[in-house]
């Protein structure tokens, strides 16, 4: 039988036993299992404390048998500012619980973000931008991410400057196409291009000087 921690928490998942048992510590472990997170509790217990921020709300119709239903669809970035990302989109009744309902599913997208100093400008070793430049897409939105030298901020649109402070980026040039007034495809187009980005490779030489840098740190 499973035993449930301190908070009432049941492992159901692989991974989350692994995380009880204290076989995986950190969610970059988690992540490097390429075990899927289906657990909100999991991320709880190895990311405590990640900032959400409600991007969108809006009310769908709908026309069924029974008559109009009506909901609320939200749009939820979350983040540890320190590298790690999540987003989703979630639909209810009520305003509350389609809050809650995104939030949740956020934790299940979690990524880690590839943070660097890809800048020509800038020192290498650095984690305040990115190692390259990142692009997304979502509908018709093109998001454009680009390493900018430390101290010149994030130059970006609201939204865009939401997503990359909750991932930890502290300095970026970006650029954007498409219908940029659609607060839904800008946002997964931001995420879908940090996310681009860290499925990327990245050179062996960069990496290595990031990590001596945090070690530093």
Do not use: H
């Not at 499973?2 to 989350?16: A, C, F, I, V, Y």
């Not at 069924?64 to 939200?74: A, I």
């Not at 987003?87 to 809050?99: H, K």
Request: aromatic share 4%.
């Amino acid at each position: 039988m499973s035993q449930s921690n301190n908070d009432g928490w049941t492992p159901r998942t692989r991974l989350g036993r692994m995380v009880q048992d204290g076989d995986v510590t950190s969610m970059e472990q988690a992540l490097n299992t390429g075990l899927p997170l289906k657990e909100p509790e999991l991320v709880d217990q190895l990311l405590p404390g990640l900032d959400d921020e409600v991007l969108d709300i809006n009310m769908v119709q709908r026309m069924t048998d029974s008559g109009r239903r009506v909901k609320f669809r939200c749009v939820v970035a979350i983040g540890n500012r320190d590298g790690y990302l999540g987003y989703a989109e979630a639909r209810d009744d009520q305003v509350g619980s389609a809050i809650q309902k995104a939030i949740d599913v956020a934790k299940l997208n979690i990524i880690s973000v590839d943070r660097g100093s890809g800048s020509w400008e800038d020192s290498a070793g650095g984690v305040n931008s990115l190692t390259r430049k990142a692009e997304g897409k979502a509908g018709s939105v093109t998001v454009e991410v680009m390493p900018a030298p430390q101290g010149l901020g994030l130059a970006a649109a609201e939204t865009v400057r939401n997503i990359l402070e909750l991932a930890g980026v502290q300095d970026a040039w970006t650029r954007s196409n498409g219908n940029t007034r659609t607060t839904v495809n800008l946002a997964k187009a931001t995420y879908n291009a940090l996310k681009n980005a860290s499925q990327s490779r990245t050179p062996r030489r960069a990496a290595a000087k990031q990590a001596e840098a945090e070690v530093d740190e």
